[in-house]
Structures are given as structure tokens and as C-alpha cells.
């Protein structure tokens, strides 16, 4: 079956700018999670929806936003963006809690902001 | 606030020379810990979870344990396929978060 869907796999933007990244999660998931991955921090939670609502968020100012749509596809957006946040954004999918079958990952997109 | 540390940074193993990689965690109750393996330019890819104290998890070449502390991830005769960096994770009740570990770097070398 089709797996996570990240789009787009790669992004250049300029500091000030915003952006919005999709995920479309695999079919009949209803969990959406978003991490950022950067060589310092590692990974760390940004968000999880589940039907449409956030459940969790992490610490992460509020330029960080994100939403899911009633199929389960998610966005997430950053505004004003800055050098920082060039980075990987991994989106992952899972059927509710992720323990029995883990949370599949996305292949991400990656953000540089110039 | 759930912290995992991850031991060696990096590792480079002869082809067939077993090694184990470390995880210790601190967290308010393990909901569960999970192993994932990462390759270059690609998202994580799910390997085990561990719910337990004294459960054991198998794939392959890789063997997961887990104690009230640390998890262990095992390798055992290793192949050049097996060069990635393995993460650990941790989730708490409550939430379905994963907290990271920074990863183990792991090279083998033919």
C-alpha cells in the first residue's frame, strides 16, 4: 500500500517568507504527526492531529501552525520564517497511538531558508 | 520532560562483529519505547515496541530488550546493509508524542 506523502521533498525560501508543507498520511490512518529534524536537535514534536483536531503540540513558537482536512490529509505552516528553521520536516501517519504498528514516517521536506 | 540519551554517537563495526547500541530514558511512565532506523534522505522507518520491562523484540539481525532504565538494540553479525542511524524513542501516557534520542550512527564495514 501507498506510504507517507510529503510534498514538496525540497524548499528554498527567503527569511521572512512563509511556507506550507502537505502530508498525505496512508489510507485509513487517522493520526497525523509533524517533527523537525536538524543535526543539533535531533528530532523533536511539533504537532499531532487526529480527525481533524490538534491533540498535542509541542514547544515550538507560534509561527508554527498546522491543520487536517476530514480526509486526513494534513498541513502544516510556518510564517515569517528564519534561518532556524531550515530544516527536515518529517510527517508521520499511524491507525491511533502508533504502539502496535509504529508511526510511519514520510520521506519529509526539506527547508532551507536563505 | 522525557529525555532519552543514545550511546555511542557513532559506531563503525567490521562486517560480523556483533556490537549493542544503548537507550536510557527518563520518563513518567513508559507508555512505550520504540526503535527506528534511518537512512539518508529518507523519514524513519519502524523497527520495535517495547511496552515492558523485560520484553524482548526480534527482526532479522536486530534484538531490542528493554529494562525500567535503558533499552538495548543488538546487533548481531552485522552486514553493510545494516549502516544507518538507529533512533529510540519514548512515549508517555497521555500523549501520543514521540521524544527523540539524538541516534546511533552505525557503519559496517565490508
Known amino acids: 500500500k501507498a506510504g507517507v506523502t510529503q510534498t514538496p521533498r525540497y524548499l528554498i525560501k527567503t527569511r521572512g517568507q512563509q511556507v506550507t508543507l502537505s502530508c498525505s498520511p496512508i489510507?485509513?490512518?487517522?493520526?497525523v504527526s509533524w517533527y523537525q529534524q536538524t543535526p543539533g536537535q535531533g528530532l523533536q514534536f511539533l504537532f499531532e492531529y487526529f480527525s481533524e483536531t490538534q491533540r498535542n503540540k509541542g514547544n515550538f513558537p507560534g509561527r508554527f501552525s498546522g491543520r487536517q482536512f476530514s480526509n486526513s490529509r494534513s498541513e502544516m505552516n510556518v510564517s515569517t520564517l528564519e534561518l532556524g528553521d531550515s530544516a527536515l520536516y518529517l510527517c508521520?501517519?499511524?491507525?491511533?497511538?502508533?504502539?502496535?504498528?509504529?508511526?510511519?514516517f514520510g520521506s519529509g521536506t526539506r527547508l532551507t531558508v536563505v | 520532560e522525557d529525555q532519552v540519551t543514545q550511546s555511542p554517537e557513532a559506531l563503525r563495526l567490521q562486517e560480523g562483529e556483533s556490537s549493542s547500541l544503548n537507550c536510557s530514558y527518563t520518563v513518567s511512565g513508559l507508555r512505550g519505547l520504540f526503535w527506528y532506523r534511518q537512512d539518508p534522505g529518507k523519514g524513519p522507518e519502524f523497527l520495535f515496541t517495547l511496552y515492558s520491562a523485560g520484553e524482548e523484540k526480534e527482526k532479522e539481525r536486530l534484538k531490542a530488550t528493554l529494562t525500567k532504565k535503558e533499552s538495548f538494540l543488538h546487533i548481531t553479525a552485522p552486514k553493510p546493509e545494516d549502516s544507518a542511524t538507529y533512533l529510540c524513542a519514548v512515549q508517555a501516557p497521555g500523549n501520543n508524542r514521540l521524544a527523540f534520542g539524538k541516534g546511533n550512527q552505525v557503519v559496517v564495514i565490508p
Open positions: 508521520a501517519s499511524s491507525l491511533a497511538d502508533g504502539r502496535s504498528y509504529g508511526y510511519t
Open positions: 489510507s485509513g490512518h487517522r493520526s
